[in-house]
């Protein structure tokens, strides 16, 4: 008799402990699809949100390239009038340029672009040098995506050299018989530390209160595309990026 209830005893404790380590695997595997499902939408929202600050960066350059490539037409819309308002209110009167190679560039989104950040530039008292060669024509189908790296590359390179105490910025504009090269080079911190194999990755900044946003959306519109091709130095605290765009025929 005690030989049976204690077989019966024996096989009750297993079932219990059965069951409830099945309940317990049953609750683990939950409580993981809710850390997946969590994990899952926290990164969309981070996804949604890096994508929403990438368009927030190239809408304030394309604004400021409208601004200055519509000076010669006749529209008396709002909006118009609103972007062109923009020079007046933001840019001082001694700093327009006077390359006239410049204004011979077949684009206007990249005319814009050009005029309008080196204007900032020496507006902020950075001493900038430009040259262009004569009669640059660039493809409209690279166009957009050449003023959104333009405008990326402008601002990083206006900061960085307003970080030393003699900003200097030089820009060059130089046509090839198969590429056309945008060449930057800015002086930066002398004590700045740059880890070059990290500063196109999506976060990276030199800048404590900067997402790194910008380098990494550069890399990205470079590596979509197969006409062009970046190349970057630092040296004795001056930075350079060569942008190369292979001519479309």
């Not at 009669?135 to 493809?139: A, N, V």
């Not at 890399?219 to 979509?224: A, C």
């Given at each position: 008799?005690s030989?049976t209830?204690f077989t019966?005893a024996f096989?009750?404790?297993?079932m219990i402990?059965?069951?409830?380590?099945?309940?317990?695997?049953?609750?683990?595997?939950?409580?993981?699809?809710?850390?997946?499902?969590r994990?899952?939408y926290?990164?969309?929202?981070e996804?949604?949100?890096s994508?929403?600050r990438?368009?927030?960066?190239?809408?304030?350059?394309?604004?400021?390239?409208l601004?200055v490539?519509?000076?010669?037409n006749?529209?008396d819309s709002?909006?118009?009038?609103?972007?062109?308002?923009?020079?007046d209110?933001?840019?001082?009167?001694d700093?327009?340029?006077?390359?006239a190679n410049?204004y011979?560039?077949?684009d206007?989104?990249i005319?814009?672009i050009?005029?309008?950040?080196?204007?900032?530039?020496r507006?902020k008292?950075v001493?900038t040098?430009?040259?262009?060669?004569k009669?640059?024509?660039?493809?409209k189908r690279?166009s957009?995506?050449?003023?959104?790296?333009?405008?990326?590359l402008?601002?990083n390179a206006?900061e960085?050299s307003?970080?030393n105490?003699?900003?200097?910025l030089?820009?060059?504009?130089?046509?090839?018989?198969?590429s056309?090269?945008f060449v930057?080079?800015n002086n930066?911190?002398?004590?700045?530390k740059?880890?070059?194999?990290k500063i196109?990755n999506?976060?990276?900044s030199?800048?404590?209160d900067?997402n790194?946003?910008g380098?990494a959306?550069v890399?990205?519109?470079?590596?979509?595309n197969?006409?062009?091709?970046?190349?970057t130095?630092?040296?004795n605290a001056?930075?350079?990026?060569?942008?190369?765009?292979i001519?479309i025929n």
């Open positions: 008799m030989t209830l019966l096989i009750g404790i297993g402990v059965f069951i409830l380590g099945h309940l317990s695997k049953v609750k683990a595997d939950y409580e993981l699809q809710q850390i997946n499902e994990n899952a926290i990164n969309g929202l996804n949604k949100n994508e929403l990438r368009f927030k960066h190239d809408y304030k350059n394309f604004l400021l390239s601004s490539s519509i000076e010669n006749q529209d709002e909006i118009v009038q609103r972007l062109l308002n923009y020079a209110v933001n840019l001082k009167n700093t327009k340029l006077n390359d410049l011979k560039i077949n206007k989104l005319r814009g050009i005029i309008t950040k080196i204007m900032i530039a507006d008292g001493q040098n430009v040259e262009i060669d009669d640059i024509e660039i493809s690279t957009v995506d050449i003023t959104r790296i333009l405008g990326i402008f601002d206006i960085a307003l970080k105490p003699k900003p200097e030089d820009y060059a504009l130089i046509s090839y018989d198969e056309i090269e930057f080079k930066v911190d002398p004590s700045l740059i880890e070059m194999n196109y999506n976060g990276y030199t800048k404590s900067h790194g946003l380098l959306t890399k990205q519109i470079v590596n979509s197969k006409n062009f091709l970046l190349q130095k630092f040296e001056e930075f350079s990026t060569v942008l190369t765009s001519k």
